[in-house]
């Protein structure tokens, strides 16, 4: 039975408290430089290292796991310069199927702080990259990494796990566009210069909100946000005359009362011609009198509706994972189908070169005795030796990658060696 040799050792936001994480985090040249000490070691032969806001993990195969794994948490220790003993409470490792099994959720987030999101793909496809131009990655390492991308696209076609909105700003974006259809060409005003409002704001305009009104107690401020979102500021005494402009109301201002009443609403949705609006109120207190929502036409969301929909959104997500754990463990599966069909792979060279050998010497002693052939006729005849050696082994060797596989491969594989004396 073949082993991959395969193992990881690292530290995420799970087990380790940021203050550690930021002290064993690599940049772009660390990670070069580690990567190529790492493959001075005689215990590595391939390594690849992630590393994140949320993640330090270094992947390897190795001669032999427990000293491989060993080298890794000294490196990590000795390169950052932490006791060792400091460092291990916070380590996890894995070998062979749980370090597959672990990336393949790490590449598809479902080890992420934010279940589902997309970013952690483009990172661990950056650090593979990378691993690879440096020639850290061999035969093992590649198909591994090459795997768990088509994993994490296989997870994402197959579950709605990146689908649902899970923060306050994009779950604003997924109710708007419920609202509008198609946000093209609406138009966005924000009350308040807040993060989450131009968080929101630059969703918005992602999915093609073109013009952004912006107004604030302190102009200067946002004349600032307008110019970083190439829209207008407004003056906020007179703000409500333009209320009536804005298809999506982002209100995220500290003040102590309402500053958009009823009546402002009222008269605004009448400019309007009763074509909607949506208000978002981020603020607490609210700015946005609840009575707003009784209009027609109207649609108000404060920050605990907000935040019931994230809420509603995130047990979505989880339940999607339940099925992506699932499509996981298969690959898992047929990754460890091909590294035991790894054992194949000396007894099908050797069982080929003994015909070969067999094959050709035949050919070259009928060859001796017909010196009247061309050299294109000698050719010709080599050829159709190496075409009958192919077909004669073509199936046997199918078969036998599929025997390995199996509960039986190991007996099977015996077989087949003293069957070709190929251990004498």
């Known amino acids: 039975m073949a082993v991959s040799n395969l193992i990881l050792v690292g530290v995420n936001h799970k087990t380790t408290p940021v203050e550690v994480r930021e002290k064993l985090a690599f940049n772009q040249g660390k990670i070069e430089e580690s990567t190529e000490l790492l493959l001075q070691y005689p215990e590595i032969q391939e390594n690849t290292i992630i590393s994140t806001c949320n993640r330090v993990e270094i992947y390897a195969r190795v001669n032999d796991i427990e000293a491989g794994t ?6 990590l220790s000795q390169y950052h310069h932490i006791e060792l003993e400091e460092l291990d409470q916070y380590f996890y490792s894995y070998q062979d199927n749980d370090t597959v099994e672990h990336l393949f959720k790490v590449s598809s987030s479902l080890d992420s702080m934010v279940l589902g999101e997309a970013q ?76 989450m409002a131009e968080l929101a704001a630059k969703h918005l305009i992602s999915y093609g909100a073109k013009t952004v009104y912006i107004t604030s107690r302190t102009y200067e401020r946002a004349a600032a946000l307008a110019q970083t979102l190439n829209g207008s500021a407004l003056d906020f005494q007179n703000f409500k005359e333009d209320l009536h402009k804005a298809d999506i109301v982002i209100s995220s201002t500290a003040a102590p009362k309402f500053i958009i009443e009823r009546d402002m609403v009222d008269d605004a949705i009448h400019k309007r011609k009763n074509r909607p609006m949506f208000f978002i109120d981020i603020a607490v207190p609210r700015d946005i009198a609840p009575e707003v929502n009784e209009l027609d036409n109207v649609y108000l969301y404060d920050i605990d509706d907000l935040q019931g929909v994230v809420n509603a959104n995130i047990k979505e997500r989880e339940r999607e ?13 047929k990754f460890n ?23 050709l010497t035949e050919a070259d002693k009928t060859l001796a005795r017909m010196p009247h052939l061309t050299d294109d006729d000698r050719l010709a005849i080599h050829n159709m030796t190496q075409s009958i050696i192919n077909k004669i082994l073509h199936k046997p060797t199918v078969n036998l990658k599929k025997k390995t596989q199996s509960n039986e491969g190991h007996a099977y594989l015996k077989a087949i060696r003293e069957l070709f004396h190929l251990d004498d």
Do not use: C
């Open 321 to 333: 994972a339940e099925i992506a754990v699932e499509i996981i463990q298969s690959e898992v599966d």
């Open 120 to 195: 952690i793909l483009g990172q661990v496809k950056d650090a593979y990259s990378l691993a690879r131009s440096l020639r850290a990655t061999g035969q093992i390492l590649n198909q591994l990494f090459e795997k768990a991308f088509n994993v994490a696209k296989r997870v994402r076609e197959e579950t709605g796990i990146a689908e649902s909105a899970v923060s306050i700003s994009s779950a604003a974006v997924e109710l708007a566009r419920k609202i509008f259809d198609d946000l093209e060409n609406h138009t966005v005003m924000l009350v308040g210069t807040g993060e």
């Open 70 to 75: 060993d080298r890794l948490k000294e490196f």
């Open 337 to 359: 189908n091909w590294i035991v069909s790894l054992d194949a792979v000396p007894t099908i060279v050797e069982i080929r070169k003994q015909a070969e050998v067999a094959a």
